[in-house]
């Protein structure tokens, strides 16, 4: 439809990303498309992660068990005919640099969240798991990753001066980071997406999800507290992220440096909030 926009939101994880979309998520007509890329992982892994009996725990995850990155360009590319907004959220490590199959149509939107609180979070998000299995989680490099697309969509794709949007920003200022973003990418803006309504269990009615996306809910809590909130809050201890004085892994930390660069350069360019 000639009035349909479309919006691909990349990011960290534990940058908030879930939480931004319960917001655009409040757009009329709207559909969210929400991380398919860990289906897309999920079944190019399959179950290769380290270990075996902290799995017992869990609950079957039954897939799609043919969907791969192809899938993913077509899914995002269907034309999906009474929508108005067709919003996308996925973690940028996910695309596994395969550049040429983002899909076409879409408005790139970029989110993080200083590396010490996202990848502090990240760890403290995937509990579960023994040590191993988090590390092997938690350490490839989401901003690098992160930084690589923001590069080839500004370059090859030719989209000036995508939206980069700190976390922190949209939590201190929700109502000016929402309106300065949507002005930004030509959708509207309104009070309507400063709150939502609370789910549990499942996801919300304009959302499609993998069925591994709702069983890590399920299971582990991952998307418990942005999928039960009503509204933007700056709680510490929900967010997840550690304190300046808790003692941090020498494995982490080397994992938060690693992740600066990329971090820096990126925050050079992101939206300013200033009300």
């Known amino acids: 439809m000639a009035t349909q926009k479309r919006v691909l939101v990349w990011s960290t994880p534990r ?16 559909l969210i498309i929400h991380e398919y890329l860990l289906l897309v992982g999920f079944n190019e ?19 799609e068990q043919g969907f791969n990155i192809k899938s993913w360009k077509e899914m995002y590319e269907q034309p999906y005919p009474g929508k108005s907004f067709i919003l996308g959220k996925e973690i940028s490590d996910g695309l596994g640099g395969r550049m040429e199959m983002i899909p076409e149509g879409y408005t790139h939107v970029f989110l993080m ?9 990240h760890w403290k998000s995937v509990s579960y798991f023994p040590d191993d299995v988090r ?10 990753a992160l930084a690589g697309i923001y590069d080839y969509v500004t370059t090859t794709l030719g989209q000036p001066a995508p939206v980069v949007l700190d976390a922190d920003d949209l939590l201190a200022k929700p109502a000016e980071a929402l309106r300065l973003l949507c002005q930004a990418i030509g959708m509207p803006f309104s009070q309507d997406l400063l709150r939502w309504e609370q789910v549990k269990g499942e996801s919300p009615s304009n959302y499609l999800s993998p069925s591994i996306l709702l069983s890590n809910t399920k299971d582990l809590g991952i998307f418990k507290s942005a999928f039960e909130s009503t509204c933007f809050h700056s709680n510490q201890a929900t967010s997840g992220a ?3 004085e808790d003692a941090i892994k020498p494995e ?10 990329y971090y820096n350069y990126l925050y050079e360019h992101r939206l300013i909030i200033t009300a």
């Open 252 to 261: 982490l930390q080397q994992l938060i440096q690693d992740a600066l660069p």
């Open 15 to 30: 940058s908030l990303s879930t939480v931004l979309m319960r917001a655009l998520s409040q757009l009329p007509d709207s």
């Open 135 to 144: 590390i092997s989680m938690v350490k490839r490099n989401q901003f690098k």
């Open 45 to 63: 892994a399959g179950e290769q992660l380290p270990g075996t009996e902290w799995k017992s725990g869990l609950s079957d995850k039954a897939t």
């Open 113 to 121: 969240r200083h590396p010490f609180k996202s990848i502090t979070s």
């Open 242 to 244: 550690a304190k300046e």
